[in-house]
Structure formats: C-alpha cells, structure tokens
C-alpha cells in the first residue's frame, strides 16, 4: 500500500496555512512542521492543565498523567520500557549531560571512540574528555563518499568503553549499519551511543534491533515540540552516575536530565503518537500493536521517501557543477541531501527562496563531516531536505527552481 500522502498533509496545520501557500519546504533536517495532534494537546495543556504536575488536584493530576502518557507511547513505539525514555531540552544539552556522567564513569586512559561524520553535539563533548585523560580515537569518513568504513572502527575498537556515531549524517544522509556497529562495539566490550535525530523523522525505530545502548533523537525533526528525546538502557542508565538531584537516583528517567522538565512539551510529546497511530490506522494498522504502528508507518515514510528521492538525485548527479554529498542510491540514504557547487549555499538557498523553496544554507553544524570532505565550512553546501509529508508536486517545483539558479 502507498502512503496516502493528502491523509498526511491534512495532519499538519502548516499545509493550510496561507502564509506559507505556495512555497515548498525542503529544509526539514532543521526541524519539521508540527502535527496537529501535538499542537492540540499543547493547546490543551496550557489552557486546562498549567500547573505543577503530579499533585492531587484534577488539572495537575491530568498534567501529570498525560506527561507519563507521552513517556510510555513512545517507549512502546521505541520498544523499550517507559522508565528508559528521558526528555531534555535538546539533544546537545543531552549529550552534554551524558558526556559530564561518561566523565565520572570512565577512568583515565581509557579509549573512547567518535566519528567525524557526526553533527558536532555528538561529538564535541566526546573529544572534550581529552581534558580528563580519556583517549579519544577518531573513526574518519572516507573524504570521497564521506561513508563511514567498518574495517576502520575494527582497528579502532581494542580497548575502547563507548562508540558514539549517527544512524545517519545531517549532510551525508547515509544509514549507518546501526545494529552491525553495535554488535562489533559490543563484542569489543563497549557501549554505544547513537545519534537518530537525522533518521528517526523517517521513521521511529526499534531501539532492541538496532542493539543501541542510547539512542538520541530531537522532537521538534519528528512533528513534535522542541525537545530532545533520549532512550537510556537500563543495564547502562543505572549504572552511569546520575546527573540530577541525589534523591531522584534511584529513577532511571531523572537521572540525565538536570534540566528538569517542560512538562508542557513533554506532555504534547504524545501527539506525536497520536499521530503514528493515526497514520497507520488510516492505513490498515489499526490491530497491530504500538510497535507494529510505528513500523508500518515507518516502511510506508520510507517508501515514498525513497520514490520520491531518487529522481531528485538523479537530476543532481546529471549536472556537472554539483557534487551530492553521501551516497547517490536513495535505498542507502536519508532524503537529507547536502550540495557542493562552487557557491555558497546560503547565496543559493536565498535564490532559491526567491523561487518559493525554503532550503537552507551553511554548514549545518557538521563542520568537521565537511572538512573531511573538502567542503570550506566558510562557503557551506546547500541542503535539501524533506520528509514523507513532502510531494511530487513540490519536488518538481523544486527542481525546476534549482534549474534557473543553479
Ligand atoms: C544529526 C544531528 N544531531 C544532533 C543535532 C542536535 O540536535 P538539537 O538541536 O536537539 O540539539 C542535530 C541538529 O540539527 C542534528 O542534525
């Protein structure tokens, strides 16, 4: 079955919303329009349920319930338990967080690994443990189709406690074997820690197959409010030391987020399986389980994805003055799809606004993916970025809006 794409464009307000009439969006790996169901229910809760959750009051009951809601659908989507699924502000404030726990965790002269593929908030706060005596060996992308090779995180590996690499990177777009990298990590006695945000908009995933000790991805990429979302195995989230209050140790949901919750945006969270559910039922998924949900909208986002992309990067390889970034096979990638053209991409995606196509400039804060490519971050790539809502309609405007600037 293909995915009902005008079902999933009357989910999200922003494709009936006159001030953006007539432009198409293409830059999604930034953050994506919010579904309907997460807008109501922060409506909702700002208006009925604005007080501090989890006391006995009617509205604070429901704020607090509806907070758990959104911990537990997602877990069950993730396939995980509810107490493994953290929310903070963002992932880089998470990953800052784990980073300070891994600080405390590890001991000097012990190895970690980081990849230069990664956006730099899964990576910077790695290499900083350098300050605390940790080793930190870099897993570098092949500078001609920036994939991350497997035979050089075999020779990286002895010794190593944690590999933390992306599903997929925001200018490469290729999908990382997640699952074989963790078997190998995990064979070696390390932990992984893997960044989804660039994937997860494309599907949630199943956290136990892909085998990832945690799993990161950000809200407001997948429909949702702006939030970072973390899963924490309980094997591991136990026994790295807490970073919140030492009296909420003994929780595994508090123990990464110092930050203390918006419980506003937490609770919208549960939109966002609202509208998974709603998605998969429209397509006759409505019996499959949380899991099963999520799945079959996943292969359904993938599907039409995919349909669409390959055109889009077949029209890109035919011309000579771009260089597509990651892998020209759009089976093998993410529709997150960076640009090299001599030009500089904010000049182009400015060009391109003119045209009615809102891309996005710059480097994307994947500074080093680009070095490591010969891309000066200064001159930045052009990113074109889309998602299952995004049509055939706008992709041939897209195309023939980079047909006059390119
Ligand atoms: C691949 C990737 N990882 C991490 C991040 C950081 O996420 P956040 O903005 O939630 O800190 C981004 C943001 O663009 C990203 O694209």
Same mark, same amino acid.
């Given at each position: ?61 429901? !704020? ?81 189709? @920036? ?89 591991? @989230?136990?026994r790295l030391p807490a970073q919140g209050h030492y009296f909420n140790a003994d929780v595994l949901y508090k123990r990464f987020t110092p930050a203390g919750p918006d419980h506003a945006q937490v609770a !919208? ?27 079959? !909208? ?15 990067l077949d029209y890109l390889t035919s011309r000579n003055e771009v260089r597509v970034l990651g892998p020209h096979d759009a089976a093998q990638r993410a529709p997150t799809v960076a640009l090299q053209t ?23 804060? !994947? ?40």
């Open positions: 079955m293909d995915l009902d794409v005008d079902f999933v464009r009357a989910q999200f307000p922003a494709f009936a919303e006159p001030s953006l009439a007539g432009q198409a969006f293409f830059e999604n790996a930034g953050g994506s329009y919010t579904c309907q169901p997460v807008i109501d229910r922060l409506t909702r809760y700002y208006h009925q349920r604005k007080v501090q959750p989890y006391a006995p009051y009617e509205a604070s009951r429901l !704020a607090g319930a509806e907070m758990d809601e959104a911990r537990a659908r997602l877990a069950a989507m993730l396939g995980v338990d509810g107490d493994e699924v953290s929310f903070g502000p963002s992932t880089s404030a998470n990953t800052y967080v784990l980073a300070q726990a891994f600080r405390q965790f590890l001991q000097p002269g012990d190895a970690i690994i980081v990849t230069n593929q990664d956006h730099e908030a899964n990576t910077g706060p790695w290499r900083r443990l350098e300050q605390a005596g940790i080793e930190v060996r870099e897993w570098q992308i092949d500078p001609t189709t @920036g994939h991350l090779p497997l035979e050089r995180l075999a020779g990286l590996l002895p010794g190593a406690k944690l590999v933390c690499f992306p599903h997929a990177s925001n200018v490469v777009g290729e999908v990382n074997p997640v699952a074989e990298i963790g078997l190998m990590a995990h064979e070696a006695g390390a932990i992984t820690c893997v960044d989804g945000v660039s994937y997860v908009p494309h599907g949630f995933p199943h956290v136990p197959t892909l085998g990832a000790d945690i799993y990161l991805f950000s809200a407001y990429k997948t429909y949702g409010p702006h939030q970072g979302i973390m899963v924490i195995r309980r094997a591991l @989230g136990m !919208a969270c549960a939109g966002m399986a609202d509208y998974i559910d709603a998605l998969a039922a429209h397509h006759g998924g409505a019996g499959l389980s949380a899991q099963g949900r999520a799945q079959l !909208a996943h292969d359904l986002m993938r599907a039409h994805e995919t349909a669409l992309l390959q055109p889009l001599g030009r500089r991409g904010a000049d182009l995606a400015r060009e391109l606004a003119a045209q009615g196509i809102m891309a996005g400039g710059g480097d994307f804060y !994947a500074v080093r993916a680009l070095t490591a490519q010969g891309v000066d971050p200064d001159k930045g790539v052009l990113r074109l970025s889309f998602v299952h809502y995004t049509s055939q309609g706008e992709v041939d405007q897209l195309i023939g809006a980079l047909d006059r600037v390119l």
